[in-house]
């Protein structure tokens, strides 16, 4: 079996509070992209599940990756034998766009369907949620408004349909865990929602990613890019997640210049409602 797993960014992230199992509950509007990893498996005639890797490098053992965790879940709670993985790395590790969480889903997603365990989607939550924040997502992969730890998702409007998408990666990883460690609880006068549902155009001031504050001083490239992002055109621009990518939404195909694209990993048109 062949899949796709795909990236998400963030349409800002509102990070509340600290919780009692050392989580933080976030606020966050998840939105799937076209940027996609390449997943294949097949059934193995060994005992023990292998994983090949290539494209982009991972960091850790093979036997720590995202998706040997889920075939772990589904091998101990429903007995499927072993199988022979590999993954292809396009989207950048420690991006905050997801890739890790998205080929766990995928990865249980597309278990669930070759062995013919007919779990739902509900379900496959569970198991995902056990993997990782983000997994949950990838699992419905339709944009949702993300709350909690991020397992707790409400269906919502694409809002930036008919625009176009760049996102820039600067060639290095910023961690999640040192992201939270330096976040600042600064609290939120509005609802995330309500900032969603005004004009693209005013997002810029209003529309915030809590880590930015934190990351851009450690990280002032990020920071740097993102501005050159806004002076290409773009309409509203953001880290992703906790770093290190940034995207830029633009009201076309925006002329880039040479030091943008060396930062450019992905772009594409969001089609239309």
Known sequence: MILFPNAKINLGLHVLSRRMDDYHNIETLMVETGFCDILEFQRSADVKTELNLSGRPVRGENEENSVIKVWEILHEKHSIPAVKIHLHKVIPPGAGLGGGSSDAAFMLSG????????????????????????????????????CGKGDILTPSPKFIEGQWLCIF???????????????????????????IFMKISDWRENLVNDFEST???????????????????????????????????????????????????WEENIPGR
């Open 111 to 146: 278990l669930n369907e070759f062995f013919q365990l007919k779990l739902t989607n509900s379900r496959l939550k569970q198991y995902a949620s056990l993997a990782g924040s983000d997994c949950s997502f990838f699992i419905d992969n339709k944009p949702a408004l993300v």
């Open 169 to 195: 990666y600067p060639g290095f990883e910023v961690s999640t865990v040192d992201a939270y460690s330096g976040i600042i609880l600064s609290g939120h006068n509005e609802n995330l929602i309500d900032i």
């Open 215 to 265: 990351v851009f001083i450690k990280y002032p490239m990020i920071a740097e890019m993102k501005q050159k992002v806004y002076e290409s055109g773009a309409i509203y621009a953001s880290m992703s997640g906790s770093g290190s990518s940034v995207f830029g939404i633009y009201p076309g195909k925006p002329v880039l210049n040479d030091e943008l694209k060396k930062w450019l990993v």
